[in-house]
């Protein structure tokens, strides 16, 4: 595992792996592709040293803390006369530029597309794959680190096909608003990356009145019904809430 640590967040890669791809390209339909594929963390902490951040994601581009390392604290940044402060105030400028970069993404997370084409990329793109980033998990932790909101991917065992994407579907939960989507990504025969993301249901158990909505184009069975609702398990661990959705599934 690679790390890099300040004294308000880290930066590692937590998993390298091969990834089997399956897609239309090509003039042989299912064509089998391998791909080496890395999963990194961010954390950022408070002053408190509390979590502020928590982001998961993927990308075919094994080098990216060392670059960013290196873009960081290149000899360029560094004035000749190096000393112990001039480090500590790039470490600072660092932790800064995390924290605002976490903000910054999170007001792109909170719309429904933004894991549709909205790719996120880090440096220069060397060819079609390196360097594409997929946000897997993302958590924004109140003052004693309890979640205000979460987005990520969700599935379950019996979902094996999913070949072209790290998840098919994203879970937006906001716990203080007591609100919850689930988003298709949009995944086709032949893409590598997602497109078209849609809403398939938007619930808010906020007060007397519980209600949720379903998609008006989809006629969903109880199959999907049952299949949502293990989504919602990956993610809410709240038996309470839990129970209030179950009581909406229900009156469907």
């Not at 976490?102 to 794959?129: H, Y």
């Not at 938007?202 to 007397?208: A, H, L, M, Q, R």
Request: proline letters at 2%.
């Amino acid at each position: 595992m690679i790390e890099f640590r300040t004294e308000n967040s880290s930066f590692s890669l937590i998993k390298n792996y091969v990834k089997e791809v399956r897609t239309t390209d090509g003039d042989e339909k299912n064509v089998k592709q391998w791909f080496d594929k890395y999963r990194y963390q961010i954390e950022c902490y408070n002053e408190k040293g509390k979590k502020a951040f928590r982001m998961i994601f993927s990308s075919s581009d094994g080098f990216i803390i060392p670059n960013w390392i290196n873009h960081q604290y290149s000899q360029e940044k560094l004035i000749p006369q190096e000393s112990f402060y001039q480090v500590v105030a790039l470490m600072k400028l660092a932790d800064e530029r995390l924290l605002e970069n976490c903000q910054r993404l999170m007001e792109l997370l909170e719309k429904d597309t933004c894991f549709g084409v909205n790719v996120i990329r880090f440096g220069e793109l060397r060819d079609k794959s390196s360097s594409r980033i997929q946000i897997l998990d993302f958590w924004q932790y109140g003052e004693e680190e309890q979640i205000l909101y979460y987005k990520g991917g969700v599935w379950n065992e019996k979902e094996s096909s999913i070949k072209i994407s790290e998840y098919r579907h994203m879970i937006e939960w906001k716990p203080l608003d007591k609100q919850i989507k689930l988003i298709n990504l949009g995944i086709k025969q032949g893409r590598k990356y997602t497109r078209d993301a849609y809403l398939l249901f938007e619930i808010d158990y906020n007060g007397e009145h519980p209600n949720i909505r379903v998609n008006n184009s989809l006629k969903p069975n109880q199959v999907t019904y049952d299949k949502w609702k293990r989504y919602l398990t990956k993610v809410v661990d709240d038996i309470d809430v839990m129970d209030k959705l179950q009581n909406l599934f229900n009156k469907i």
